[in-house]
């Protein structure tokens, strides 16, 4: 019943996964739909050919994958954009060049740094890195709204020094509630990505607290996510997401195709 809408392949700079084998593993889990997001980080530090995706390539190959699996799987064409303010222009151009089914618009360089790494905690406590990240998040939602949710809200707890240790949705409350209400505002969604239980942070991305305050504050936008780079980590803890997802508020789940939102109630 459920659709995994984040996932990588070797498009992506950081995957070596071949798409079909990723459809293989969709299938054996028994998803009734997928949608492939890959990697476009445009001005990425140091590596800037690292994330920039042969998009005519992508997407000849998203095509033909549909068209192959019509019968076994539906394959959704999507795009994960790692924003930046000063990217605005160019995201713009871009989306109006390709017919997307899915954008995911996700924080992974903060003003020049990648939290990935460990130089952007150089000279920054924990506390203060995070903080600039959500910081960063509401930079990018003001200066671009062409994407349908926002990624892994909290990514930043994934790679600090200490992980999600000390780290709560009360902490950061202020800006994390600014980062829900403008969303809200545009029309946008969130994410659950179950990465986070994959790095052992036992809480998907962003935490069940963030979760149900978007609902508290009216939103109802949800997509699911592993962020899965290898097959083996397609639909990653997904059986998790039911339960987890009613207990929060929600009662559907959504899936993008043609970048409109379609409500699927949760099983």
Same mark, same amino acid.
């Given at each position: 019943?459920?659709?995994?809408?984040?996932?990588? $392949?070797?498009?992506?700079?950081? $995957?070596?996964?071949?798409?079909?084998?990723?459809?293989?593993?969709?299938?054996?889990?028994?998803?009734?739909?997928?949608?492939?997001?890959?990697?476009?980080?445009?001005?990425?530090?140091?590596?800037?050919? *690292?994330?920039?995706?042969?998009?005519?390539?992508?997407?000849?190959?998203?095509?033909?994958?549909?068209?192959?699996?019509?019968?076994?799987?539906?394959?959704?064409?999507?795009?994960?954009?790692?924003?930046?303010?000063?990217?605005?222009?160019?995201?713009?151009?871009?989306?109006?060049?390709?017919?997307?089914?899915?954008?995911?618009?996700?924080?992974? *360089?903060?003003?020049?740094?990648?939290?990935?790494?460990?130089?952007?905690?150089?000279?920054?406590?924990?506390?203060?890195?995070?903080?600039?990240?959500?910081?960063?998040?509401?930079?990018?939602?003001?200066?671009?709204?062409?994407?349908?949710?926002?990624?892994?809200?909290?990514?930043?707890?994934?790679?600090?020094?200490?992980?999600?240790?000390?780290?709560?949705?009360?902490?950061?409350?202020?800006?994390?509630?600014?980062?829900?209400?403008?969303?809200?505002?545009?029309?946008? =969604?969130?994410?659950?990505? @179950?990465? =986070?239980?994959?790095?052992?942070?036992?809480?998907?991305?962003? @935490?069940?607290?963030?979760?149900?305050?978007? *609902?508290?504050?009216? =939103?109802?936008?949800? @997509?699911?996510?592993?962020?899965?780079?290898?097959?083996?980590? *397609?639909?990653?803890?997904?059986?998790?997401?039911?339960?987890?997802?009613?207990?929060?508020?929600?009662?559907?789940? @959504?899936?993008?195709?043609?970048?409109?939102?379609?409500?699927?109630?949760?099983?």
């Amino acid at each position: 019943m459920l659709w995994d809408t984040h996932m990588h $392949s070797n498009f992506s700079g950081d $995957s070596r996964a071949e798409q079909e084998d990723m459809i293989a593993a969709a299938i054996q889990k028994n998803l009734s739909g997928i949608c492939f997001t890959d990697h476009l980080d445009l001005d990425y530090p140091k590596e800037p050919e *690292v994330f920039v995706l042969d998009l005519p390539g992508y997407t000849s190959s998203v095509l033909s994958l549909q068209e192959k699996y019509a019968k076994a799987l539906p394959i959704y064409y999507g795009i994960e954009l790692g924003l930046q303010p000063h990217l605005a222009a160019q995201h713009t151009k871009l989306l109006s060049q390709y017919d997307f089914d899915f954008v995911i618009g996700s924080s992974h *360089v903060v003003h020049g740094a990648d939290p990935y790494y460990p130089p952007y905690w150089e000279g920054r406590t924990e506390a203060q890195g995070r903080l600039e990240y959500f910081e960063s998040i509401l930079e990018n939602i003001h200066a671009f709204d062409g994407f349908d949710v926002y990624g892994h809200l909290d990514y930043i707890v994934r790679y600090g020094p200490c992980k999600n240790e000390g780290y709560s949705y009360e902490t950061y409350k202020d800006i994390i509630d600014e980062i829900l209400q403008a969303l809200i505002r545009k029309g946008k =969604g969130i994410e659950i990505n @179950t990465g =986070g239980f994959k790095y052992g942070l036992g809480h998907p991305n962003p @935490t069940e607290e963030i979760l149900a305050r978007y *609902v508290e504050l009216g =939103g109802e936008i949800i @997509t699911l996510g592993a962020d899965a780079h290898a097959p083996e980590h *397609v639909a990653y803890a997904f059986e998790k997401l039911p339960e987890l997802l009613k207990t929060v508020g929600f009662r559907y789940f @959504t899936v993008f195709r043609n970048r409109k939102p379609q409500f699927i109630k949760l099983p």
